[in-house]
């Protein structure tokens, strides 16, 4: 019988290349499409994700689900993301990259079609809850495939400019999902994402390389002359699975993690909730409340971008003081977007400081401060924790707003009025606490 998993197999080694300018030119043309790849291509998937925050008026509107269901059938998504990104993650190291993530992504797409065609809230939670576990494979896989292609002192930019398509995708959404849902209907919303997660995995299929020995090409350690200073440090350390574990010794690493989980209660609420929220608390339609959430995103690049620049350029590398000042900055946008005046420009604003405070945190608590605070040999470990908690905290969010805007929720006249207010005191009160524990870290200890 054939294996079936012969196909995720990491291909062969080819005969090396001897020719130094046949080398140079795959080189430069493989990392170009390898990134390109990785940051437009897990952009576009990452509409696979979010479309059923777009989605949900219509959904409510049509007596389809309730926000209690739609919030038992994100969190579904959320639950399985969070232990798929730490089994794919093991899984991604011993695979061959492109077909991983076009696996991925095909199955993100399939999940998609059935949503599209399902009113059942058992159905719709096992579709959505897959389709989380397809998309753990993006993340891990798209990773595997930088660091074949990039080396030690140049990774860290490329990262950068892979984490760019978070907010491409997000951007995609509430754009492009959501002109859809206002033309065609709610089942188009995820039809729609369908098909691009799935021309996205092709195209994965034919942009991502697997690692370049098997191109005949040398390892890109050895193609950038980029080694450690002391590359036998490690035969000397403690074995790996031993290191792992020695991260959960290190109190910082949960208070950084339950700083994550609270980052995301907050990101993932005006991801889902926020256009819903935008149409009935603001009077907006569909396509101008995904403008508003558009401009949010944009702005959350720059955010990132600020974030690494501020706190390496003014705080030597120290994390906490810049989490001070990005937490601020994501409180003035809630309290803007929330309680601000009714006028179109501060409720702008308030999208554009939210953005920059809340990708400048999730940068930071999501992953950057975890290198910092762990033995770097096992940083992999140590983004594994901090995910876990960081997408449970996304859908303990998902099922506790469900249930607070439902139960504030009335019928008068035939017409549906909801109350935001329990639902707005837990997103801005979880910002506080990950805002109180992310600055908390004044004085960790940073490690090599």
Same mark, same amino acid.
């Given at each position: ?7 995720? %197999?990491?291909?062969?080694?080819? =005969? ?12 430069? @043309? ?12 897990? &952009?576009?998937?990452?509409?696979? @994700? ?11 509107? &049509? ?5 209690a ?11 399985s993301?969070a232990?798929g ?6 899984? *991604? ?20 079609? /059935? ?7 058992v159905a ?24 074949s ?9 490329y990262? /950068? ?15 492009m999902?959501? *002109? ?10 995820? !039809? *729609? =994402? ?5 021309l996205?995995?092709? #195209?994965?299929?034919? #942009? ?18 980029? !080694? ?56 907006y ?18 955010? %990132? ?8 350029k ?7 003081? %810049?989490?001070?000042?990005? /937490?601020?900055?994501e ?17 702008v ?7 920059? &405070? ?7 608590? /999501? ?7 762990? =033995?770097? @040999? ?29 139960? &504030? ?32 870290? #004044?004085r ?5």
């Amino acid at each position: 019988m054939p294996n079936p998993l012969a196909f995720f %197999a990491p291909a062969a080694a080819a =005969p090396p290349i001897d020719d130094p300018a046949r080398t140079d030119t795959l080189y430069r @043309r493989y990392r170009f499409q390898v990134m390109m790849a990785i940051t437009l291509g897990y &952009g576009l998937s990452y509409t696979g @994700r979010l479309a059923i925050g777009v989605v949900k008026k219509p959904l409510i509107d &049509g007596g389809v689900f309730t926000a209690a269901d739609l919030g038992l059938i994100g969190s579904a998504l959320f639950y399985s993301y969070a232990i798929g990104k730490l089994f794919n993650g093991f899984l *991604a190291d011993h695979a061959n990259a492109r077909r991983f993530i076009a696996a991925g992504f095909i199955g993100s797409a399939l999940c998609n079609l /059935g949503m599209g065609f399902s009113t059942s809230v058992v159905a719709a939670a096992v579709f959505w809850g897959l389709n989380g576990w397809f998309q753990s494979f993006g993340a891990p896989a798209c990773v595997v495939a930088m660091t074949s292609w990039f080396s030690n002192r140049e990774r860290g930019r490329y990262y /950068g400019i892979w984490s760019t398509a978070h907010s491409i995708g997000e951007g995609l959404n509430f754009l492009m999902t959501g *002109a859809i849902v206002a033309v065609f209907g709610w089942s188009m919303g995820y !039809h *729609a =994402p369908a098909a691009i997660c799935a021309l996205a995995g092709v #195209w994965m299929l034919f #942009w991502v390389k697997d690692a370049p020995t098997s191109y005949g090409l040398p390892p890109v350690a050895d193609y950038r002359d980029d !080694h450690w200073q002391n590359p036998d440090a490690a035969k000397a350390e403690a074995p790996l699975l031993a290191t792992q574990l020695s991260i959960l010794r290190i109190p910082a690493v949960w208070i950084l993690a339950l700083a994550s989980a609270m980052t995301y209660v907050t990101r993932y609420a005006i991801n889902s909730w926020g256009v819903l929220y935008l149409q009935e608390a603001r009077g907006y339609g569909l396509p101008a409340a995904g403008s508003l959430l558009f401009a949010s995103t944009l702005a959350g690049i720059g955010g %990132a971008v600020a974030f690494g620049y501020i706190s390496d350029k003014f705080f030597a590398a120290r994390r906490p003081p %810049a989490n001070l000042i990005f /937490g601020l900055v994501e409180l003035a946008g809630l309290g803007l977007i929330f309680f601000g005046p009714q006028n179109h420009l501060v409720l702008v604003a308030g999208m554009v400081l939210f953005g920059l &405070g809340m990708t400048g945190l999730v940068t930071s608590v /999501g992953g950057l401060f975890a290198t910092d605070i762990c =033995p770097k @040999r096992v940083v992999g470990a140590a983004m594994g924790l901090i995910g876990v908690f960081s997408y449970l905290g996304a859908a303990v969010q998902e099922q506790v707003s469900g249930i607070l805007i439902d139960r &504030g929720t009335t019928m008068v006249a035939g017409v549906r009025h909801y109350d935001f207010g329990p639902a707005i005191a837990f997103w801005i009160g979880a910002s506080v606490v990950s805002l109180v524990l992310a600055s908390s870290l #004044w004085r960790v200890k940073l490690r090599d």
